[in-house]
């Protein structure tokens, strides 16, 4: 035993030094670091605005009668621009090489960048940093850049919350955003002792890359960090960005979609390359590795706090796996549509889900997903290019998300690339090669609508 704590206590020791030296390398002023990067900031903004701009349609065009679990509005139709003189069914009808040949894989389908992705890091909406601030105090502004998409295209903000436990009690949140300012008196009746205190971790903000009280931080005043909730807001999602810890060198880093923690106690695969098998080894990684780009000697510096293992990461999974999907209510207990609820296009849709379309063999069973990976192989579609600092190439394997909920999550794919699930739709037609009717899409979309 006392080798092994001499073995740690150098490891540690040599992870101090290499932090120390790269700090001591580091002969820029805080206060030089803000200008600098500061007027920085226009010309990246600029870039990122200029290529959402060429990809997407993003004016606020909600889908008629159908909106979030909550009541924000939907946004419906593609949004993805085609490149000049080809239709959606005219693309649906060539190879993957005629594609990548000819130049025609919509700009919009190609991986989506950072806001700034040379520099990375975790990026807030504006919503989630005004009311975190007025609650807390805690101020999750970037001095060197902003969100990127516009607020209508994100999830409803605050989202509602649904216990596994509770679903007498609909929405427990009562409309709240839950920090450690208002979560025990909102669920100190409905959660036990155990499960609190899972729910008081995951809203305690700990050091991060980019909010901690080092001087190479990116907010302005010194922080005590990040908790899980500022981007599973509620247990769900406000689309916060960031880039991957574990890929390098940097233009390989795929910007994260911040994925909804609902119904995560049926689901067997997580982190960034879903190397994480259980929530708890995710939890007490994030903490350990994520927070900080997968650096453990920049941790050291900033503040890590590990979690210990039997007391607080198991009570913060234990809360996590009550977090419910939202209610659906043409659905039976199978995950099928109850054909007294349904519509004509919403029964089409639900066979074309199944059949034609392809979705159900991946996303099967009452969940909506088989808890695996697969590699959609999009490179087949296009040449490698590098779009505003990342290097567009093989993705990999993603996993199979869960579309129980789904119109509650935009944007889609694992890095955002996707607006709607129209784009979701004409995106998947094209990779898998289904070649479905302008009408197909609309019953497809509309069942999608009811899950």
Not at 144 to 172: C, E, K, N, S, W
Request: proline share 7%; aromatic share 8%; glycine share 6%.
């Amino acid at each position: 035993m006392a080798g092994k704590s001499l073995t740690r206590m150098a490891a540690t020791i040599a992870m101090l030094a290499g932090a120390a030296l790269t700090m001591a390398a580091t002969t820029e002023s805080f206060s030089d670091l803000v200008k600098r990067l500061q007027n920085e900031k226009p010309t990246y903004a600029k870039r990122q605005a200029d290529l959402l701009g060429q990809r997407y349609d993003l004016a606020n065009r909600p889908a008629a009668g159908v909106a979030m679990s909550d009541g924000k509005a939907v946004q419906a139709s593609v949004r993805v621009r085609l490149p000049n003189g080809v239709s959606w069914d005219q693309l649906a009808a060539l190879t993957p090489d005629e594609i990548r040949q000819r130049d025609l894989w919509p700009a919009g389908f190609y991986p989506l960048p950072h806001p700034h992705h040379e520099a990375g890091g975790m990026v807030f909406p504006q919503p989630t940093i005004d009311e975190t601030k007025r609650q807390t105090q805690r101020d999750l502004a970037r001095f060197d850049m902003d969100y990127d998409l516009p607020q209508h295209m994100l999830p409803q903000f605050p989202a509602p919350i649904y216990l596994t436990t509770r679903p007498d009690l609909g929405d427990v949140s009562k409309g709240q955003l839950v920090t450690l300012a208002n979560f025990h008196a909102l669920f100190k009746d409905a959660l036990n002792p155990k499960q609190l205190e899972g729910l008081r971790l995951l809203v305690t903000p700990f050091p991060q890359q980019q909010f901690n009280a080092t001087e190479d931080r990116r907010a302005l005043t010194a922080n005590q960090g990040v908790a899980c909730f500022d981007c599973h807001t509620n247990g769900h999602t406000n689309a916060a960005t960031h880039t991957v810890g574990d890929i390098r060198p940097n233009e390989h880093r795929h910007r994260i979609d911040t994925p909804s923690l609902r119904g995560v106690n049926v689901q067997r695969l997580f982190g960034s390359q879903r190397a994480l098998k259980t929530v708890e080894d995710f939890t007490e990684f994030e903490q350990r590795a994520a927070y900080f780009d997968g650096d453990p000697s920049t941790a050291a510096l900033k503040g890590v706090n590990p979690l210990e293992r039997g007391s607080q990461v198991h009570f913060m999974a234990e809360f996590q796996a009550l977090l419910d999907f939202p209610p659906a209510p043409k659905l039976d207990v199978f995950g099928k549509l109850i054909p007294a609820k349904a519509s004509e296009s919403e029964l089409r849709g639900e066979a074309i889900f199944n059949g034609k379309g392809k979705c159900a063999v991946c996303h099967s069973g009452p969940y909506f997903t088989d808890n695996s990976m697969h590699n959609l192989m999009v490179e087949r579609f296009f040449k490698p290019r590098m779009i505003n600092g990342r290097l567009a190439s093989a993705d990999g394997p993603i996993k199979t998300f869960t579309l129980r909920g789904i119109k509650d999550s935009p944007p889609y794919l694992h890095d955002d690339r996707l607006m709607t699930l129209d784009d979701t739709v004409e995106f998947f037609n094209l990779v898998l090669g289904t070649r479905l009717s302008v009408d197909e899409k609309k019953d497809l979309v509309a069942f999608l609508y009811t899950l």
